[in-house]
């Protein structure tokens, strides 16, 4: 059964603190890696599109990575506006539809 | 830039009332979907659409319906509101492509059911 599990749940970091945020997946041929960033009482917005084991896109201070089972997110230096809830999705093979991990909860204090 | 609408922030609804929560994208896409998000439960797939009349069950789909009469909308339908359908609902539209494609998602709308 396709999952995507993310973690850590909640992180808080000082400003200027870089780290990481992690998703695993178990997906019968991956057709797309996906985060998005979600603030309080609005819909994810999209971030980033990884495809291949390996391929890495870059935001900002925002970087995201993909390996064969786990795609990672770096975070370097936040600031407090990078404060959200992140999520992890992958594409489904039956009609486009995306499984989403549970979501890590990111607070970045000044 | 791709825009998805919701019709509604915040609706307050009566138990037992029909709820409709309308969905309009302005990018084309073939693919529409609704979620809710929950608290500890996070994104969970109600239903899906690929093409104008096509519908697929997602992984909640009782109690809800859906009508997609037009591309460019889709409409979850609660037939009889019940309060364990309080919740953020939230519609998304995605290109249809050989591989997979990100999916643009509306503001939400929070329903309470009272």
New interface residues.
Partial sequence: EDQVTQSPEALRLQEGESSSLNCSYTVSGLRGLFWYRQDPGKGPEFLFTLYSAGEEKEKERLKATLTKKESFLHITAPKPEDSATYLCAVHHNQGGKLIFGQGTELSVKP | DVK?TQSSRYLVKRTGEKVFLECVQDMDH??M?WYRQDP?L??R?IY?S?DVKMK?K?DIPEGYSVSREKKERFSLILESASTNQTSMY?C?S?D?GR??????????T?LTVV
Avoid: C, H, K, W
């Fill in positions: 998805v073939e693919n979907f500890g996070g994104l797939l899906f690929y697929e997602g939230l998304a995605s249809r591989r997979g494609t990100e999916a643009f998602f509306g503001q939400g929070r």
